[in-house]
């Protein structure tokens, strides 16, 4: 069965903190995934990669870093965390997308609030 | 570019009615296109997809038709169920293969 973990699952933060969601994934996949889910906004991709070492910058990356140390490993960082990025981020993995199904595989959700 | 609407935010409906959620894209060529649904405390899966005009996906008794004419992918079940009550997002990836594009996600209710 295909795994996406993410960790932690719950965070809360101080405004100008510094966050680091991490995530694991054991499908074996080269590219991963960050998404912000904002109710009315449905999900947005903030940063992707398709090799370790390397990372590509989403529709709305302003204000969030990405590190892929690793093929299994990707981490979303947050260097000075404000209000507005309050939300649930959900990190995915997949094959490539000209591959036979393009579907992404999910993890189950960080939710951030910061105070 | 690309993108996806759906133009139900939230749809509230008792057990055994019948659900449409709408979904209508612009993309270039033949996209393929998705339904994922969302539980409580999860994340999204997929719930199946179609690649061509005219192609039905389906599963767990959801379905819709690929329409390249109305370019719209519109989810349907004859008779829904407590369990059904999730998010669920139309989506797309284009022919070039790039990034997949989401919807705006449609929460359902289903009471019983």
């Known amino acids: 069965e295909a795994a996406v973990t993410q960790s932690p699952r719950s965070k809360v933060a101080v405004t100008g903190g510094k966050v680091t969601l991490s995530c694991h994934q054991t499908n074996n996949h080269d590219y991963m995934y960050w998404y912000r889910q904002d109710t009315g906004h449905g999900l947005r991709l903030i940063h992707y990669?398709?090799?370790?070492?390397?990372?590509e910058k989403g529709d709305i990356p302003d204000g969030y870093k990405a590190s892929r140390p690793s093929q299994e490993n990707f981490s979303l960082i947050l260097e000075l965390a404000s209000l507005s990025q309050t939300a649930v981020y959900f990190c995915a993995s997949s094959e490539p997308l000209g591959g036979n199904t393009g579907q992404l595989y999910f993890g189950e959700g960080s939710k951030l609030t910061v105070l | 570019g690309d993108s996806v609407t759906q133009t139900e935010g939230q749809v509230a409906l008792s057990e055994e009615d019948f659900l449409t959620i709408h979904c209508n894209y612009s993309?270039?060529?033949?996209?393929?296109l998705f339904w994922y649904v969302q539980y409580p405390g999860e994340g999204p899966q997929l719930l199946f997809r179609?690649?061509?005009?005219?192609e039905k996906g389906s599963s767990r008794g959801f379905e819709a038709t690929y329409d390249k004419g109305t370019t719209s992918f519109h989810l349907r079940k004859a008779s829904v169920q407590e369990s059904d009550s999730a998010v669920y997002y139309c989506a797309l990836r284009p022919s070039s293969f790039s990034k997949l594009v989401f919807g705006q996600g449609t929460s359902l209710s289903v009471v019983p």
């Open positions: 990669s398709y090799v370790a070492d390397s990372t």
């Open positions: 179609a690649s061509r005009d005219k």
């Open positions: 993309a270039s060529g033949y996209p393929t």
